[in-house]
């Protein structure tokens, strides 16, 4: 009887990634292999990769080594943005068999086999230029969590000065209304509660075709298999009142936007290429308070590109500070080849860089604090989701607060509608004990007063 092939993966980067790895492993196991654990001595390793900043390049290398460690006769293939562009800097990494760019990622099986059978000593290279990426493959996560990602959209015809995203994946494109609909459906049947939507620019979903990222919310919307939905990160420009005021009413969509700001100062803005200027986008966060008080609202920020002064990374600071947001997520420039900012002046030392982001590490908790303590003793329905090593479960409420509690079985997956507590040492918020039945209700429901 011959020996089941088993194959881990590993995934490095955005909520888009999750998805695709997840469509690759599903490829692997329905052709008989068996999905195991980084570390549970794998025949094939997939590394499905990143390249937004440096530390992701190098992360892919320290994972190569790993897994040649692990299990030194193991089959290793490399994926992913990173893949696509650099793919002879990986094809160069001692103990890499195959590197796959964006055109043959979705054939790996295929390429995995076929190498595997000819006992190819060189590494195997498949990549094209990027313009010639032009096909949507739908992809999206299930099983290794009690959240679904769900790619809707790939690519990006925006041309920030930072950022090597259009590069790696190509131009906008979209999978189609019906389709996504489908899938939905299937991943709520299979027990799944929330669905994220994932893409590089979600906001031009349908960008070229009569359909709107709008009209794809309403279809979901009435998806009845499933009980929540997020979008994962919208840009400021494409987010209308419409789509606002429709998360404010719907059945599924949760209270929760992360919007993409990369820096309070209009100046750098500029040298950024971005589509916006910082009224534009304090206009879209009076908008979601307005029309949804309790919805929490995320922020994508870059410290340290080439230009930000003291006194720009101070306009930065202050613009966030008055803000009514929820969390940052903070990111140090990084400097990335065929980039426009690459050749630019006014290099920040990357220990400013560094202390920058900790000022602005400092003030996300600030903000999620405060943000947490407004909803202290409120009733939300909680998704249960990760166990701790201390016993404890965390979930995610409607809108977006991280909960701890005592961990009983069946929990994992589970909607439950309980009051808040208060905040713990960690800045989590804690609740009394939970049964584990499920409440179906969405509506969130709070009081202030």
């Given at each position: 009887m011959a020996k089941e092939k088993k194959v881990a993966f590993y995934t490095l980067g955005c909520k888009l990634n999750f998805a695709e790895t997840a469509t690759l492993a599903r490829d692997f196991t329905d052709n008989g292999y068996v999905k195991v654990g980084f570390e549970d001595d794998p025949d094939v390793y997939v590394i499905n990769t990143c390249s937004v900043t440096e530390s992701a390049n190098k992360k892919c290398q320290n994972l190569v080594k790993k897994a040649k460690r692990i299990a030194p006769e193991a089959f290793v293939a490399v994926t992913g943005c990173y893949a696509q562009l650099k793919p002879k800097e990986i094809a160069a990494i001692p103990?890499?068999?195959?590197?796959?760019?964006?055109?043959?990622?979705?054939?790996?099986?295929?390429?995995?086999?076929?190498?595997?059978?000819?006992?190819k000593q060189d590494t195997a290279v498949h990549a094209c230029e990027i313009d010639h990426v032009k096909e949507f493959i739908p992809s999206y996560s299930q099983g290794d969590r009690t959240r679904s990602f769900l790619k809707v959209q790939d690519g990006c015809d925006y041309s920030c000065a930072f950022c090597t995203i259009p590069l790696a994946r190509g131009a906008s494109r979209s999978d189609t209304i019906a389709n996504l609909v489908e899938s939905a459906e299937k991943i709520g049947k299979s027990g799944v509660k929330e669905i994220v939507l994932s893409g590089v620019?979600?906001?031009?979903?349908?960008?070229?075709?009569?359909?709107?990222?709008?009209?794809?919310?309403?279809?979901?919307?009435?998806?009845?298999s499933v009980e929540r939905f997020r979008i994962s990160s919208i840009e400021p420009n494409l987010l209308t009142n419409e789509i606002i005021?429709?998360?404010?009413?719907?059945?599924?969509?949760?209270?929760?936007?992360?919007?993409?700001?990369?820096?309070?100062?209009?100046?750098?803005?500029?040298?950024?290429?971005?589509?916006y200027l910082r009224k534009l986008?304090?206009?879209?966060?009076?908008?979601?308070?307005?029309?949804?008080?309790?919805?929490?609202?995320?922020?994508?920020?870059?410290?340290?590109?080439?230009?930000?002064?003291?006194e720009d990374f101070l306009d930065t600071y202050n613009f966030l500070n008055e803000?009514?947001?929820?969390?940052?997520?903070?990111?140090?420039?990084?400097?990335?080849?065929?980039?426009?900012?690459i050749k630019m002046d006014g290099v920040v030392p990357k220990w400013e860089r560094a202390e920058r982001s900790k000022s602005?590490?400092?003030?996300?908790?600030?903000?999620?604090?405060?943000?947490?303590?407004?909803?202290?003793?409120?009733?939300?329905?909680?998704?249960?989701?990760?166990?701790?090593?201390?016993?404890?479960?965390n979930g995610f409420t409607e809108n977006y607060i991280k909960v701890k509690a005592n961990h009983k079985k069946g929990m994992e997956g589970a909607l439950?509608?309980?009051?808040?507590?208060?905040?713990?040492?960690?800045?989590?918020?804690?609740?009394?004990?939970?049964?584990?039945?499920?409440?179906?209700?969405?509506?969130?429901?709070?009081?202030?007063?």
């Open positions: 103990g890499v068999n195959l590197v796959l760019g964006a055109t043959e990622k979705f054939n790996i099986l295929e390429h995995v086999n076929h190498s595997n059978k000819d006992k620019n979600i906001g031009d979903f349908g960008k070229g075709t009569p359909v709107s990222l709008l009209d794809l919310i309403k279809a979901l919307d009435q998806v009845e005021e429709f998360v404010a009413n719907s059945k599924r969509f949760m209270p929760h936007f992360h919007i993409p700001l990369q820096s309070g100062s209009d100046k750098i803005l500029k040298r950024m290429k971005r589509r986008y304090s206009d879209r966060v009076i908008a979601i308070k307005k029309m949804i008080p309790h919805c929490c609202i995320g922020v994508d920020v870059i410290v340290g590109f080439p230009g930000e002064t003291s803000l009514d947001i929820s969390y940052l997520h903070v990111f140090s420039y990084s400097e990335r080849e065929n980039t426009k900012a602005l590490h400092q003030l996300s908790d600030k903000k999620r604090r405060s943000f947490y303590r407004e909803f202290e003793n409120a009733r939300a329905t909680i998704l249960f989701e990760s166990i701790n090593e201390d016993g404890t479960v439950v509608k309980r009051s808040l507590g208060r905040l713990d040492k960690d800045g989590l918020m804690l609740i009394e004990p939970v049964r584990t039945e499920l409440n179906s209700s969405n509506n969130f429901s709070y009081n202030l007063s």
